[in-house]
């Protein structure tokens, strides 16, 4: 376990310096028991790099600082999760899937009908994409603009953290859709790529011309043949192939980047100390590309 000690000295000098010995104490007992579960593809995925170290490192950062912001309610309620991890397996899991303004109209309007829904014996509720997605066309909500705003039709943040508070305290479960393998072209970081910033064009899959594209074509699929044929769309601005799979405005990030690994932990930490117990991980089969497949 040297490896482990040498990752978390860092951390209990750092992020979480300011939290008690208890809590210090908590968190290394739950890193020994699922870190190496999380090392184990973490090498698969990144080990030859030089700077896979770091990149542990820096990953461990966002986990710990994440905890350290974690509300006490809800490190709580993860200690009585710990002892029933099997909650969704059993009999009594019903659930719920809606989209909040069909259902009632916005967040608050969702947090109006818990009565409702504690009628019907529900204990999960699967909300529907509500995260900021781009203006126009989204692609029902799957082109997220933005991981830490709620679409504003929607309500904002703090109404989403609201409603998970109401939620639990009514002895529900939220769901919330968490779409991994491609932004909306309108994200921060595809604008700065497209801005020509190398740092975040290597966030995302690009090329400078159609030969790899050409071979990748020969066996990917078309999602959406008829209105948006082809994996690639070039941008003159860039002059550059962009994969995209779904539509020309999702842009598929580009997962042999460990930063972009990184960035998406955050962002799922980020939903998590909201309160969102469950996310949908949406896309998850076309996140990682290999030639063939």
Not at 38 to 57: E, V
Not at 100 to 123: C, Q, S, T
Request: overall charge negative; some cysteine; hydrophobic content about 45%.
């Amino acid at each position: 376990m040297q490896e482990l000690d040498e990752l978390l000295e860092p951390l209990l000098m750092g992020p979480l310096r300011a939290m008690g010995q208890a809590e210090q104490e908590l968190f290394a007992i739950r890193l020994a028991r699922w870190w190496p579960e999380a090392l184990r593809p973490l090498r698969q995925l990144y080990g030859q790099r030089p700077d896979f170290t770091s990149h542990l490192h820096h990953l461990l950062h966002i986990v710990a600082t994440a905890y350290a912001e974690r509300s006490v309610r809800l490190r709580r309620r993860d200690l009585v999760d710990l002892h029933g991890p099997d909650w969704f397996q059993r009999a009594e899991a019903i659930g719920y899937v809606c989209y909040a303004d069909r259902f009632a109209g916005n967040l608050p309007g969702v947090g109006e009908r818990i009565p409702y829904l504690k009628e019907l014996g529900i204990n999960y509720l699967h909300l529907m994409p509500l995260l900021r997605p781009r203006a126009g066309n989204s692609d029902g909500g799957y082109a997220v603009a933005d991981y830490r705003e709620v679409a504003p039709r929607l309500g904002t943040m703090a109404d989403l953290a609201d409603l998970a508070a109401r939620l639990h305290d009514n002895g529900i479960r939220l769901c919330i859709d968490m779409v991994c393998n491609h932004t909306a072209k309108e994200h921060e970081w595809a604008q700065k790529a497209l801005a020509g910033d190398e740092y975040f064009q290597d966030y995302f899959l690009m090329f400078p011309d159609r030969t790899l594209p050409d071979m990748y074509e020969q066996s990917l699929l078309e999602v959406f043949p008829d209105f948006a044929p082809g994996n690639f769309t070039y941008y003159e601005q860039m002059d550059r192939w962009v994969w995209t799979t779904f539509n020309e405005f999702q842009w598929d990030l580009n997962y042999t980047n460990p930063l972009v690994l990184a960035e998406m932990v955050d962002n799922i930490l980020f939903l998590a100390n909201q309160g969102v117990d469950v996310l949908r991980l949406d896309a998850v089969a076309f996140m990682w590309k290999r030639m063939g497949t």
